[in-house]
């Protein structure tokens, strides 16, 4: 039997204090307790708590989109997984595309945040995918294959419950370019692989996400892809009619 499918929203730089707890709140009148997925939606580090503290005992969660790996220090700009822990955050965003590619994140810093992520008891959703570059190169495999082993390196065990792996091709975040249900298919199969390699029985087991111009319009075709346990979506995550609909969508053909 399958697990709960997930469906979470990276909001990125996006949304106000004011605006992201009227948001939620929206969300919240409209997806009732009874719909079947579980909905995660990651703010800017500014409306953390008072996101957490709008939503009450409602059973949506709440997610970090970065994190430093030490506990505390002299670096400035940055956040500590005791604070995200005190704004009453359960998930933690590593190793998204933009982190890699835009801010030069390498698979050895990744590495250490989920070793701090683990550790704290947080739940990293963890962000693996090639570029166009490399799919055209036909290294789509080995690239997600090092990015696995490399950020989950020095882990001699996982638990499926609190690890989420998000497979996102970079060609396909915020560009309007989907990957197609076969190369979904593939790429996830390869994951899992790779996952079960690592891990045996558990590794097989964590969920594992899409993320790549996830929409109202593709979602049901994506969400009944072979292997995708949900999605982490950007931009339709932001806009109260389209991010229902995915989740009501999942909820129904999961």
Known sequence: MKNMPIVAGNWKMHKTIEEGISFVGEIQNRILDTVEAKVIFCPPFTALYPIVDAMGQHPFGVGAQNVHHESHGAFTGEISID????????????????????FGETDG????????????????????????EDRQSGQTSAVLKAQIELGLSGLSEINPDQFIVAYEPVWAIGTGETASVEQIETAHKDVKGILASLFEANG???????????NADNAKSLIQAEGVDGFLIGG????????????ETVAAHY
């Open 83 to 102: 604070m995200l822990k005190s704004a009453g955050v359960d998930y933690v965003i590593i190793g998204h595309s933009e982190r890699r590619h835009v």
């Open 109 to 132: 810093w990744i590495n250490k945040k989920i070793h701090a992520v683990i550790e704290s008891g947080l739940i990293p959703l963890f962000c693996i995918g090639e570029t166009l």
């Open 204 to 214: 097989a087991h964590i969920p594992i996400l899409y993320g790549g111009s996830v």
């Open 236 to 247: 339709a995550s932001l806009k109260i009619e389209s991010f229902c609909h995915i989740i």
